[in-house]
């Protein structure tokens, strides 16, 4: 078996590149919710590596939770509407709420998870996303904070993954066309 790192047809986003948006970010996250607590929301495991690095970067007071959210299973596009395998359990009434997510493509499970946190009562809702692809949404919907737009390909690495792999990469890359879906991971 080869190293992940072989498996990477074409890099998309350098660690380096990864890192300085990083800061970007989080100076923009800091600027508008300056003096206030954040309520982040990760959606996992996908924006993990990211938002582990993301509050590192922010000065403000936050809280931390994470809702689980399935649509992909082992494909290269989602193959359902997303389903929600964990719930939050912060109160979110009246607060001041940032969910964070690994990529935005069709919308669908950003628009999901936006309108759960909706019906807790937070006092706002903004939403970041390291990637926004270029592709045709699902659902109208476009994210607050973005971190990178990107092509329409299917892309690893920095918490994204292809079936439970990938995903410490310290980059982001398109995985070689044969690897996608190989019979022996089936």
């Known amino acids: ?27 923009e996250i800091n600027l508008a919710y300056e003096g206030r607590e954040v309520a982040v929301i990760a959606i996992i495991n996908g924006a993990i590596i990211f938002v582990a690095d993301l509050i590192r970067q922010l000065s403000i007071p936050i ?13 290269t596009s989602p193959v359902q509407a997303p389903e929600i395998i964990d719930r939050i359990r912060l109160d979110l009434a009246g607060a001041d709420v940032l969910l964070i997510d690994d990529i935005l493509d069709t919308g669908n499970t950003l628009a999901r998870v936006s309108e759960i946190i909706k019906e807790m009562g937070p006092a706002s809702l903004k939403t970041c996303v390291l990637l926004d692809k270029h592709t045709k949404r699902s659902v109208e919907f476009e994210a607050d904070f973005v971190g990178f737009k ?20 310290p980059l982001i890359g398109i995985l070689k066309p044969e690897l996608q879906n190989p019979p022996e991971w089936a």
């Open 63 to 75: 809280q931390l939770d994470c809702i689980r959210v399935s649509s992909y299973r082992d494909e």
């Open 150 to 169: 990107i092509p329409d390909e299917f892309v690893v690495g920095y918490g994204l993954d292809f079936a439970e792999r990938y995903r410490q990469l």
């Open 1 to 27: 078996m080869t190293a992940p790192i072989e498996d990477i047809d074409k890099i998309v986003v350098t660690e380096a590149t990864i890192r300085k948006r990083l800061t970007e970010l989080g100076e």
